[in-house]
């Protein structure tokens, strides 16, 4: 079997470990010591799902701003770009310049260069701080900066999926606007919370790979008020 060829390593602000980029052929995987594997470019399905789901949800179809939080290997980011139209805004929060760094090298081809759209703002820092600092901003928010709704590489990220970051997703997004957050599993005291704010809430399961393979969790809560 082809080795594993280790391209770069970086440490997660915050102490939240060291991310190591590998790749084996024309596969890519990137993964945190002590965790495993975080993600792998063959396996992007359920990151596609993610952004397709959302923007079919979009009241404002024709200028979104959608707030992408995590970049990982740029696949949620490329899918949201083929369904959004041309005066669209996709910004990108990504904590680890190191991975904005391996998304405009030879990681990018994968996706096919996301960030090279003239559509997207790359903003390196805390998806957190960018959603507490906005009211009635976005029309969508992905969030994909964890496993789950826990902060696993940046333990702050627990902010953001307790009631207090969950009120701040709700104000920073318009009316109708939808929160989405992608899980590896399911988490029904999440569940709860998200009701508790105020969202209508719609769980799905999708497959990790195509239409095989382990599945993963995305939440659509939808800001049913315009408070």
Known sequence: MTP?????????PGNGGELRLYRRGDEFSIMIVGHGELMNSRVHASEDALADYTCARLV?????????????????????????????????AELVPAVVKW???????????????????????????MIRQEQQAFDA??????????????????????????????TALRPKGVLAIWSAGPDQAFEQRLRKVG????????????????????????RTTSN
């Open 141 to 170: 928010i992905l969030l994909d900066v964890d496993n789950g709704p826990e902060g696993l590489t940046h333990k702050k990220n627990d902010w953001l999926y307790g009631m207090e970051g969950l009120n701040a997703a709700y």
């Open 4 to 12: 594993w060829i280790l391209l770069d390593s970086t440490q997660v």
């Open 199 to 222: 969202f209508h809430v719609e769980r799905i399961r999708v497959h990790a790979h195509g239409a095989k393979g382990g599945k993963h969790v995305i939440w659509f809560a939808n």
């Open 60 to 92: 404002n179809g024709a200028s979104p701003r959608l707030l992408i939080g995590g970049l990982g290997m740029g696949f949620t980011l490329a899918a949201a770009l083929r369904q959004v139209g041309e005066q669209a805004r996709v910004e990108v």
């Open 103 to 129: 998304n405009r090298g030879e990681l990018g081809m994968k996706a096919g260069h996301p960030l090279d759209d003239p559509r997207v703002v790359v903003r390196e820092g805390d998806v957190a701080r």
